[in-house]
């Protein structure tokens, strides 16, 4: 079967750094993704690791570990309007341009 | 990147009637498109694959029947949601296929409401 675990709620300061991390089973592996979602709204595109190690963009960074099966997504400098749902999602299979199945969101409550 | 258009945007609709959704894909050739569901403060749940010319393949647990795929052309899939029950309220999302090892890019939704 297929498996993707992430915490379902975090807080944090406004300003700080947090960390939210994934771990996945699945059968293939063709990439991790991470998505922004807002309440209402489609999700976002933020980052994609298909190599292990560490994919920096601006404020947002992302972490992969194929052997252990995990992921971590790591914003910076956080503002309010990071307030949102974060997606981790796993393109598994034999293919590098499927489908996703993704994890069950982690919603990120950032506080003034 | 892709651009996905989804109508509509929300759909109010009284039990027992059908609903459609679609999904163009506006500056590429789509063989294939891929329809999620996502219930209140749940994540998205892929509900089939559409192929261009053939028929969807449907995800364990969804009822094609309830649920008509089509993908008559390149650049259009549909999602009719027949005879909708309150139950089928939720957020219904599509996507593109991606190009290889990149991701995939949304719709942005309709939100239907069965009363």
């Known amino acids: 079967g297929q498996n993707i675990d992430q915490p379902t709620e975090m807080t944090a300061t406004e300003g700080a750094i947090v960390q939210i991390n994934c771990t996945y089973q699945t059968s293939g592996f063709n990439g991790l993704f991470w998505y922004q979602q807002h309440a209402g709204e489609a999700p976002t595109f933020l980052s994609y690791n298909v190599l292990d190690g560490l994919e920096e963009k601006g404020r947002f960074s992302s972490f992969l570990s194929r052997s252990k099966g995990y992921s971590y997504l790591l914003l910076k400098e956080l503002q309010m309007k990071d307030s949102a749902s974060y997606l981790c999602a796993v393109r598994g299979g034999s293919s590098n341009t499927g489908k996703l199945i993704f994890g069950q969101g982690t919603t990120l409550q950032v506080k003034p | ?115």
């Open chain 2, 1 to 115: 990147g892709a651009v996905v258009s989804q109508h509509p945007s929300w759909v109010i609709c009284k039990s027992g009637t059908s609903v459609k959704i679609e999904c163009r894909s506006l500056d590429f050739q789509a063989t294939t498109m891929f329809w999620y569901r996502q219930f209140p403060k749940q994540s998205l749940m892929l509900m089939a694959t559409s192929n261009e010319g053939s028929k969807a393949t449907y995800e364990q647990g969804v009822e094609k029947d309830k649920f008509l795929i089509n993908h008559a052309s390149l650049t259009l899939s549909t999602l009719t949601v027949t005879s909708a029950h309150p139950e089928d309220s939720s957020f219904y999302i599509c996507s593109t296929e991606g190009a290889p090892n990149s991701p995939l890019h949304f719709g942005n939704g309709t939100r239907l409401t069965v009363t």
